[in-house]
């Protein structure tokens, strides 16, 4: 009993050391909140095109397809960071857009130079519809499912990790 | 004496006047109405700004921090109560962005983790001082060795002579 005893403080430490390590080893970024909307219909929400397009962004634009909510904004570096990654994803899925507390002036010369991906986008000058989405930061990326819902949130500029072991997968699952 | 006291007073002065924490509500934000801008206050303390996440919305220049204090006056000027305005943040952003967290199974550990181990630290405790005062009480004093005996009778007579 007292040698069973001697081994439990070694015993609480390898216990507190795993549950630290383990979130350090998987690479799991504490500062990634989950969402709450997975699975809910995307919230109501109907923006205005950017200055000189004619499209803008409503909820009623989303589902009927598999398709990629990208938030943005011309002042957010990863955002410049996944812009590729982005623009390689909009090859096999429909990306449209909410520009995020954004100069709507700033951002269409952002695209021009960085290239449009984006099959519609709406101005979120507020960043109101942002709130609505729970979004804390941009980049984030959504994917919705072909009845509207929200399926999977990413917070974060996208890697080529996510790209290829998260967002291709369930694209292909959903799409099913 | 009394100077003493006069520090004393000037350090329960200086105690007493160390910064407040500053809110980062700007004049414009303010409603005009002193009630309602209390109640906003009172629930802004108590989200968490999502972009500093140690910080309440109250406490953040982050702009989404102000975009948060602006809807939650919205959402009182438009007639919610305090329960209906956090629950409508709480429903975007998730249980993460109350500070005062909601007591339920995944948050035991957050509630419990503390206490559990002052309880279980303290019954170690005291098992081990039981264990320790039982042990000693049954051994009694230990008999002094020959070195120690003669010490013992050396310092004993000493005194005598």
Redesign the interface.
């Known amino acids: 009993m007292t040698r069973f005893l001697a081994f439990l403080p070694l015993g609480v430490f390898a216990a507190v050391a795993l549950w630290v390590a383990i979130p350090l080893i998987t690479g799991h970024d504490p500062r990634d909140l989950p969402s709450e909307l997975i699975d809910q219909p995307a919230p109501v929400f109907d923006l205005p095109p950017l200055p000189g397009r004619d499209d803008g962004l409503a909820n009623t634009d989303l589902g009927g397809e598999v398709m990629l909510v990208n938030f943005f904004a011309s002042w957010c570096v990863p955002c410049l960071a996944e812009h590729p990654i982005i623009s390689r994803l909009s090859q096999t899925v429909p990306v449209v857009a909410i520009n995020y507390r954004d100069q709507p002036e700033d951002a269409l010369p952002w695209l021009a130079r960085n290239g449009d991906p984006y099959t519609r986008i709406g101005a979120d000058t507020d960043g109101r519809v942002g709130i609505d989405w729970g979004v804390y930061g941009v980049p984030e990326t959504f994917v919705i499912d072909r009845a509207g819902r929200i399926r999977y949130r990413h917070p974060g500029p996208l890697t080529p990790e996510v790209l290829n072991e998260t967002l291709l997968p369930l694209i292909e699952e959903l799409r099913g | 004496m009394i100077r003493p006291l006069a520090a004393f007073l000037l350090l329960v002065l200086a105690a007493l006047s160390a910064p407040l924490p500053a809110a980062a509500v700007q004049p414009d934000e303010r409603l005009d109405d002193a009630a309602m801008e209390a109640r906003a206050r009172e629930i802004s303390a108590d989200l968490r700004c ?2 500093c ?1 140690n910080q309440s919305i109250d406490d953040s220049n982050a ?2 921090a102000r ?2 204090r602006l ?1 939650v006056r919205e959402r009182l000027l438009a007639g919610d109560s305090d329960e209906q305005v956090v629950e409508f943040v ?5 249980d ?1 962005v109350l500070l005062d967290p909601p007591l339920k199974l995944s948050t035991l550990v957050l509630w419990f983790g503390g206490p559990a181990v002052l309880v279980v630290a303290g019954a170690a405790l005291w098992l081990w001082l039981g264990r320790r005062n039982v042990a000693a009480a049954a051994a009694g004093p230990a008999p002094l060795d020959a070195a120690e005996q003669r010490r013992l009778d050396d310092l004993l007579g000493g005194e005598d002579g």
């Open positions: 999502l972009v996440q702009p989404l975009d948060l809807l709480r429903s975007r952003y998730g993460y």
